[in-house]
């Protein structure tokens, strides 16, 4: 079964960016769509980002033109590059499987806190 492992997270101040790192230890190509997930404390896991095998790309409301998703498929790495950092961006982001696909296991994830 693929493991996927996250990386990348920091803490930082508003307006910052970062950019995540996913390692796949198998195929991504395996995966209808791959994505990007963040869960902040005391609220539900949320899809903020997935790129389908086509590249096709979707983004909840609160990020779109702030966050960029994108995959290697040579590599079996996704990324997600985050700009404009808001506290409000603050969690433990996680990637796995997106819209179509079937998940596996769920990583560490990686910590993003961003200060006001």
């Known amino acids: 079964q693929v493991q996927l492992v996250e990386s990348g997270g920091a803490l930082v101040q508003a307006g910052d960016s970062l950019r995540l790192s996913c390692a796949a230890s198998?195929?991504?190509?395996?995966?209808?769509?791959m994505g990007w997930y963040r869960q902040a404390r005391g609220k539900q896991r949320e899809l903020v980002a997935s790129?389908?095998?086509?590249?096709?790309?979707n983004y909840v409301d609160s990020v779109k033109g702030r966050f960029t998703i994108s995959r290697d498929s040579a590599k079996n790495t996704v990324h997600l590059q985050m700009h404009k950092l808001e506290p409000a961006d603050s969690a433990v982001y996680y990637c796995n499987g997106g819209p179509g696909s079937t998940s596996v296991p769920w990583g560490q994830g990686t910590s993003v806190a961003v200060s006001p």
């Open positions: 790129i389908s095998r086509s590249g096709r790309t």
């Open positions: 198998g195929r991504i190509d395996t995966f209808q769509s």
